[in-house]
């Protein structure tokens, strides 16, 4: 099994700072691309940010500029630093992973359990 275990989220006013930090652990041999999605209440998840093994990034537009994602490859860690944040930012972050569990074959997506971001005005 693998599991994804957020952590970093909470309560903050407009204009401050959190970090968010995700841990991939269990039945790992590689994982490709990792990412930081939120949802709203009775809206889909949204891609926030993502980045690949190799460092390569993408970023919602709505967040280019104050939020950065990085990873740590060796650790299995993927971290999103946002800055700037505004009411709108408030929702339900997770993680997700591209993981292959053993050579050669298919490679699945997990998720993390989800951590609340509350932007206050």
């Known amino acids: 099994q693998v599991q994804l275990v957020e952590s970093g989220g909470g309560l903050v006013q407009a204009g401050g700072s959190l970090t968010l930090s995700c841990a991939a652990s269990?039945?790992?041999?590689?994982?490709?691309?990792m990412g930081w999605y939120r949802q709203y209440p009775g809206q889909q998840r949204e891609l926030v940010a993502r980045i690949t093994s190799g460092g390569s990034t993408n970023y919602a537009d709505s967040v280019k500029g104050r939020f950065t994602i990085s990873r740590d490859n060796a650790k299995n860690t993927v971290d999103l630093q946002m800055n700037s944040l505004k009411p709108e930012d408030t929702a339900v972050y997770y993680c997700n992973a591209e993981v292959q569990r053993k050579p050669y074959v298919q490679w699945l997506e997990y998720w993390g359990q989800g951590t609340q971001v509350t932007v206050s005005s």
């Open positions: 269990g039945s790992i041999y590689s994982i490709n691309g």
